[in-house]
């Protein structure tokens, strides 16, 4: 029974994860799909002409994200590896209060508060700027370095800090040669999440961006209403190619030999 | 040339909680001084101090004549090993045993060859292109001191480096350590809580007990002259009994004991347990005793003895070590006999 099951849900699951994929791949191929057939009766790659055209809304909208998302990737985890090392390696007077006030945003719906902070952002002129999007997008990506760097400090010794000072190394050296190096899985993990959250980031951008800031996810939506599935195909595979060059690049770290990513476990 | 080392009325809390209460140490220069005492005496504390790890609450700490109370630890003179061995991971066994050499402003041109000369002294040689991951305990331990040996410290400080070994190895270690230390002959503070290994290594020890620097002697004092009722014990002496000088005799609660030349003065009384004899017939110096109980402690037997006190009904127990099974029974009359130039008074009762 088991040797006929296994290979049965394996086939399911894998069915389950891929075929809005298998139907997003078909649609970007398509020219003209029609129900009740099961699949297209003629293909074109004019979905995929328009979505690499140079000047067209989706380069330049893949562009404009992925500018925005390395900057937030960044940003975001130089932050939260500081209040993760704060958090996991130090104790200071209102810690727990502290630790609630940086995750606080993955439960309080951003939303909520973009839409309080949108007259600051007007008024200080970050409204429909780049910069602007960038702050925006730091509220729902620094809480999850927090977490994944929380992780990844508790289970660094400090002692090999101090043993690369008693030998002699400056403290910028023992970052560098040191520190660095066994908490980089941490800080991969934690670019991921920075940057795909930032990359599929919908609302917060439209309430910072307004009109003026076009990322990628901003163009799908335009393309959505025009319900033009052909190119809305082939955009979302656009869409998809950044994330999963970064998870390619990640991936060893977050499975695997490296144990120093368990964060995710422990908030 | 190495460094003398002086800790000067160094004081320690940590919020509330003193750790260490005043320490006055000279550690001669070329020499290795145990600080020796169990968990939470403040040896630890005591080390990072002198490394600069911690900073004092308050007195100074001098390598020769230059206070160091402001040099930060990175422009320290010194090297120091951990109890772990605190191997890079992303660096080869080569690279950990250069890492100060690399750190350094002018890094030598032949750094692999000083690498490999270091490793075979540590009795590594071709190490250098392994991870930290493929060594033993033993062999990271010794890594990690050929590491801090590359530095060139003119103070070696090493906090505990061989407790997390096993019982063979730390013997191996220890040696180990004592002839690197000749070699280099570099002034050396040595943190145990293994009483043994403080005795076998040491040119002196310092006992410390809670946040006290109790007495600060050669190995061989802290048996024959322990100087506080605490050293006699964590030395292992099982005997201390309180009582005062009259003449030259020592007058217990069950009798008085004769002295030898030269005692010191003080109200305790130290009579190691294998100075001691069990005997049926009364000698010179002698007490009569009941023998409770006896067993075997490795090759030697442990007699377990009261004494009926003269001053009170109470008795006083007394422990008697020796190599030779005597001729006794449980609840037996016997002797107690002791030389008096093996008493010794212990002059403080802290």
């Given at each position: 029974m088991k040797v006929i099951f296994r290979p049965f849900f394996l086939g399911l699951f894998v069915f389950w994860v891929f075929f809005p994929f298998i139907s997003i791949i078909i649609w970007s191929f398509a020219a003209g799909w029609r129900f009740p057939d099961v699949l297209p009766a003629q293909y074109s790659m004019r979905g995929y002409a328009i979505a690499f055209d140079p000047n067209g809304d989706i380069v330049r909208g893949a562009i404009t994200s992925t500018i925005i998302a390395l900057i937030v990737g960044v940003i975001a985890t130089a932050i939260g590896s500081a209040a993760g090392r704060a958090i996991a390696m130090y104790n200071f007077k209102m810690k727990k209060a502290f630790q609630f006030l940086v995750l606080a945003p993955l439960i309080v719906p951003g939303l909520a508060v973009t839409m309080g902070i949108q007259i600051l952002f007007i008024k200080y002129g970050l409204s429909d700027t780049v910069r602007g999007v960038v702050l925006a997008h730091l509220i729902p990506t620094i809480p999850y370095v927090v977490m994944i760097m929380t992780g990844t400090f508790a289970n660094f010794d400090r002692g090999y800090e101090e043993q690369g000072q008693v030998l002699g190394a400056s403290r910028v050296t023992v970052l560098r040669k040191i520190t660095l190096p066994i908490v980089l899985p941490g800080l991969a993990v934690s670019f991921l999440f920075a940057f795909v959250i930032s990359w599929s980031e919908y609302i917060l951008t439209l309430l910072v961006g307004g009109a003026a800031v076009k990322t990628l996810p901003m163009v799908l939506f335009a393309f959505l209403r025009g319900s033009d599935l052909t190119l809305v195909g082939a955009a979302s595979i656009v869409f998809m190619i950044p994330p999963l060059i970064l998870l390619r690049f990640t991936s060893k770290h977050l499975v695997g030999r490296s144990s120093s990513v368990t964060g995710l476990g422990s908030v | 040339m190495s460094t003398g080392i002086k800790i000067e009325n160094i004081e320690k809390s940590f919020g509330t909680n003193p750790v260490l209460k005043g320490i006055n140490l000279e550690v001669p220069s070329g020499k290795l001084v145990s600080i020796l005492?169990?968990?939470?005496?403040g040896k630890t504390t005591l080390l990072r101090i002198v490394a600069g790890l911690e900073r004092a609450t308050s007195g100074h700490v001098y390598f020769d004549d230059e206070?160091?109370?402001?040099?930060t630890v990175e422009k320290r003179a010194i090297a120091m090993v951990f109890q772990k061995a605190l191997l890079f991971p992303s660096m080869t066994i080569g690279e950990n045993v250069a890492f100060s050499l690399r750190a350094s402003k002018n890094p030598p041109k032949d750094i692999d060859k000083r690498v490999e000369e270091m490793l075979e002294l540590v009795r590594l040689p071709g190490f250098a292109s392994r991870r930290p991951g493929e060594l033993s305990g033993g062999q990271e331990q010794r890594v990690s001191l050929a590491r801090a040996l590359m530095r060139n410290p003119k103070v070696l400080l090493l906090d505990e480096p061989l407790s997390a070994l096993d019982a063979n190895l730390r013997v191996e270690m220890r040696n180990f350590i004592r002839e690197i230390h000749d070699s280099f002959e570099m002034t050396t503070l040595f943190v145990t809580h293994d009483q043994e290994e403080a005795m076998a290594i040491s040119d002196k020890i310092a006992f410390m007990e809670s946040g006290v620097l109790e007495q600060y002697d050669g190995p061989q004092s802290f048996v024959?002259?322990?100087?506080s009722r605490k050293v006699a014990k964590f030395f292992g002496c099982r005997n201390v009994f309180s009582g005062a000088i009259v003449g030259d005799t020592f007058e217990t609660a069950f009798g008085s004991l004769t002295l030898g030349k030269d005692h010191s003065r003080g109200s305790l009384i130290a009579a190691r347990q294998e100075d001691l004899q069990v005997t049926l017939e009364k000698t010179k110096y002698s007490f009569e005793a009941t023998v409770v109980s006896w067993q075997f402690v490795g090759s030697r037997i442990s007699i377990q003895c009261e004494v009926a006190n003269s001053s009170n009904r109470e008795k006083t127990e007394v422990i008697v070590e020796s190599d030779r099974f005597a001729d006794f029974e449980v609840n037996e009359k016997v002797y107690i006999s002791y030389s008096p130039d093996r008493l010794h008074v212990i002059s403080r009762d802290s």
């Open positions: - | 005492g169990s968990s939470g005496c206070l160091q109370d402001l040099i024959s002259t322990p100087e």
